[in-house]
RNA sequence: GAGCCGUUAGCUCAGUCGGUAGAGCAACUGCCUUUUAAGCAGUGGGUCCUGGGUUCGAGUCCCAGACGGCUCACCA
């Protein structure tokens, strides 16, 4: 069938300029698009390669190595000087330069002159050397076009720095800003990092429902679905909590997941519509060995993707290294506003009044609990610079968590805070039946878009029996922004999710 | 969802008081056999985000909308 090129030309002056090049090569009885090339060294090997032959030459030689290579990569920069050519290709490994000349390459040099564009791929093979400049070049015998691009690359000076563009067509950016490689480099580092982690303390990685039936574990709007075959509404997950528990109940005594959470709310600089999250769950702990898990965890992630633990954040130099301070919740309101909680505003109206006094609002309907959390967030987060958990929350704010023993008031839980960015929430289980039960109908009093659903499922579990347990959640999104030090998570999520356009 | 800012050539950006739409890179045509943001000479390239309005005349002023960024709100 005739190929309709009508589609493309439409493109504009340079695609129609590509594909006249194309043409040209399948004139010429040439492949644009080989289903492969040569390639036998990478752009990085091969400048090893040639840098370890030399240091191998005894001291003073005239020699040069003699090295032939088969190099394939992007065309990122060309400069044409009649006869000769010089160009640099990129592959994953890095950028070398390639040396092309009429005498060596006859036809085929003009060929390269006329149709092959910044931005196609190309292979080459030929022997390595040094220039007058000192940079390993490979000084090509052959090349063959690899693939033809017919979209011009980005400016080669600013690249590209359209923020949009930057994130509809990602690849767009990751070809011209070498610097957002490398953030999506150390995401896949920390990651690995954090499975390393956790798998040497003893959690095994589990896999629990992204649709589940009824959504819980936090508190935030779900995104629904429908199965059509079973004809039921189905919510993409916002937490895997009540799974992983139900599996601590189950013997697997420490379970970790990694995996992406949905939650449909607004969306900002530290805030995606779908996030990944990393829960574990460690039967016999409390929620303060789960600090001492987060500092060793978070800590040893830095010291593998960063080779250190002392960071700079915006500018700040923030130390990851444990032990992390530990801020009462109560404590650090009082510090920062002179509220103590739990004596003169223990009661919600007083404390209220108080929030209204200064401004603060709490929706739909304040609860001692929101109120407290509304002051955390106001006055303790902003101020926190290093590492820091932030312990004992308001019981009504934490349906999931154990009560305290000394205060029937508040719960054994954390959020660990860094740079005023929260990156994880731990506390101590709730495993009594009776009393998760009691939470969830409490919770259904509020009733507000984000109070915890009943889960008699969940219920029914922990009616089985679930030893005392600590449980985490930490950010990964948030933890790779630490520690690439980008503000924005959009920077370090790979496809961000954007309005359709039109 | 609200406020502020932005959108001009493939990319990065100028565009004065409302008066023929500009530069660099990229592209095209020449010259150029060790360059590296190569160089030199020349040429082409525009839905000025979209739709209305004001005006003799709008990239520029007004209104509405789209998309994006930041801040706020909700949240991790």
Redo the contacts with the bound molecule.
């Keep these: 069938m005739e190929q309709d090129l009508s589609y493309f030309r439409d493109?504009?002056?340079?695609i129609e300029?590509r594909l006249d090049?194309l043409q040209n090569f399948a004139e010429r009885g040439q492949a644009a698009y080989p289903p492969r090339v040569i390639r036998n060294h990478t752009a990085a090997e091969a400048i090893t390669l040639y840098d370890e032959a030399e240091a191998a030459l005894p001291e003073g030689s005239e020699e040069k190595p003699e090295i032939t290579v088969q190099v394939a990569g992007r065309l990122v920069?060309?400069?044409?000087?009649?006869?000769?050519t010089?160009a640099?290709i990129e592959d994953g490994t890095g950028r070398i330069?390639i040396?092309l000349?009429?005498?060596d390459l006859d036809d085929s040099y003009d060929v390269f002159?006329?149709d092959v564009?910044?931005g196609d791929f190309i292979a080459v093979q030929g022997h390595l050397?040094r220039?007058?400049?000192?940079?390993v070049?490979v000084?090509a015998d052959a090349y063959q076009l690899a693939a033809k691009a017919l979209?011009?690359?980005?400016?080669?000076?600013?690249?590209?720095?359209?923020?949009?563009?930057r994130?509809?067509r990602r690849y767009l950016d990751l070809i011209?800003n070498s610097e957002i490689r490398d953030i999506f480099r150390k995401r896949s580092q920390a990651i690995s990092a954090m499975r390393k982690f956790l798998d040497n303390e003893g959690f095994l990685e589990v896999e629990t429902p992204t649709l589940q039936p009824i959504y819980g574990g936090?508190?935030?709007?779900p995104f629904t679905t429908h199965h059509n075959a079973l004809d039921m509404q189905l919510y993409l997950r916002i937490s895997d909590e009540l799974y992983l528990k139900r599996l601590i109940v189950g013997g697997l005594d420490k379970v970790y997941e990694i995996c992406k959470?949905f939650?449909n709310?607004?969306?900002?600089?530290?805030?995606?519509?779908?996030?990944t999250?990393m829960e574990c769950y460690w039967a016999y702990a409390d929620y303060e060995d789960m600090m001492r898990l987060t500092e060793n965890m978070i800590a040893s992630i830095a010291q593998e993707v960063l080779g250190t633990t002392k960071i700079t954040f915006n500018g700040q130099e923030v130390d990851l290294t444990p032990p992390w301070r530990r801020l009462n919740l109560a404590e650090g309101i009082k510090a920062q506003t002179g509220i103590d909680i739990f004596d003169t505003y223990s009661d919600v109206k007083a404390l209220w009044e108080e929030c209204q006094r200064r401004n603060l609002?709490?929706?739909p309907q304040p609860s001692w609990g929101?109120l407290v959390?509304?002051l955390l967030?106001?006055y303790v987060e902003p101020t926190i610079v290093n590492p820091t958990f932030i312990h004992t929350f308001p019981l009504d704010i934490s349906p999931l968590a154990k009560q305290s023993p000394s205060d029937p008031r508040v719960v054994e839980r954390f959020?660990a805070f860094v740079v005023g960015?929260?990156?994880?929430?731990a506390y101590s289980e709730l495993n009594d039946p009776v009393a998760q039960r009691q939470r969830f109908l409490e919770q259904q009093q509020i009733a507000d878009a984000?109070s915890h659903a009943m889960d008699e499922d969940y219920v029914l579990a922990l009616m089985q029996g679930m030893p005392p347990t600590g449980g985490l959640?930490i950010?990964v999104?948030?933890v790779v922004m630490l520690l690439t030090d980008q503000?924005?998570?959009?920077e370090v999520i790979l496809f961000?999710h954007?309005?359709?356009?039109?």
């Design positions: 493109f504009g002056e340079q300029q090049k920069a060309i400069r044409i000087m009649g006869k000769s010089f640099h330069q040396y000349r009429k005498n002159k006329k564009d910044l050397f220039t007058r400049t000192g940079e070049t000084h979209h011009p690359l980005p400016e080669k000076w600013h690249g590209l720095t359209d923020i949009e563009i994130y509809r011209s936090a508190m935030a709007r959470d939650r709310e607004g969306i900002s600089t530290k805030h995606n519509p779908e996030f999250m609002k709490v929706t929101k959390d509304e967030g106001e959020e960015m929260e990156i994880g929430n984000e959640g950010g999104d948030r503000q924005s998570i959009r961000p954007m309005r359709s356009k039109e």
